[in-house]
């Protein structure tokens, strides 16, 4: 029976590993998550998850978690998340997306220094990338153009130094944009569809706000990521280090205008000078070729299937509110 153990469950990404994984065979599934943690998004699979609750800033409740679940396989999801928010808040970010990194691979250390520990790392870590240098491969240097960048290219390096001075089997993916259900509306693709179902019903005026609609980027749905993620902490050798990604580019005004072209009344747009960031990459597209030549991995799901999905996502969600 292989143990696994997840931080981070209730986002996004991390709900949906918890479901591909219960659907496994021979697996027992472990959860840390906050107390103020929204269970919703695992209702479908909350009784077949052990809970152990606590903060991932508080060594004590991880090191506790790690102890008592005895994880053969860890997944490290939990951090602030967000690159904007970053800005406004560089030092929590910080300290959620670093110290609790560190909480997390000592207590594997002390408690479960077998296990295999996967750390989602970010396409952030790469910063603004010259066009010649796309699509962006794991060997491009990393210049983060954000707190959140920082942050997570500090959370690599401590998983490839503890994988070094430990031998604790870590695995790194450099995650580029996910997205699907229960994905929180600080994402343009997320932003847009709550906008065109809050006008739908009158809850907002006929204009979507945007922010810069320039920026090209490369999205993988959830569910998708969920089956490499498995996949890669199994075969992955200790200290390496993924892109996760769909190896495509979109930019983000063709996905408003999808949204547009899905929505069920007419609307104009107005750019919102607050939507607006200090830095934006202007593309960044990854290069998954590692990932598919060790996995055999494919993305399934197109960005049509995204856009329809999260705006029924939202009208269902502004219905029950």
Known sequence: MARVFITGATGPVGSSLAEYIVR??????????RWRSDLRALASVQSQITFYEGDIEDAFAVGDAVAQAQPDYVFHLAAQSYPSASWGAPVATMRANVEGTINLLEAVRRHAPAARVHIAGSSAQYGVVAPEAIPIKESHPMRPASPYGISKVSQELLGLQYFDSYGIHTVVTRSFNHVGPRQGDRTAIQTFCRQMALIEVGRQGPVIKVGNLDPQRDY??????ARALWALIQCAPGGSVFNMCSGRAVRIGDILDMVVAQ????ITIEVDLNRLR???EPILRGDNSRLVALTGWQ???SMQQIIIESLDYWRLRIRDE
């Open 299 to 301: 993305p399934q799901i």
């Open 278 to 280: 200090p830095l934006d």
């Open 220 to 225: 993988t749905h959830v569910d998708d990521v």
């Open 24 to 33: 496994q065979p021979e697996v027992e599934l472990s959860v840390f998550r």
């Open 263 to 266: 929505g069920r009344v007419p």
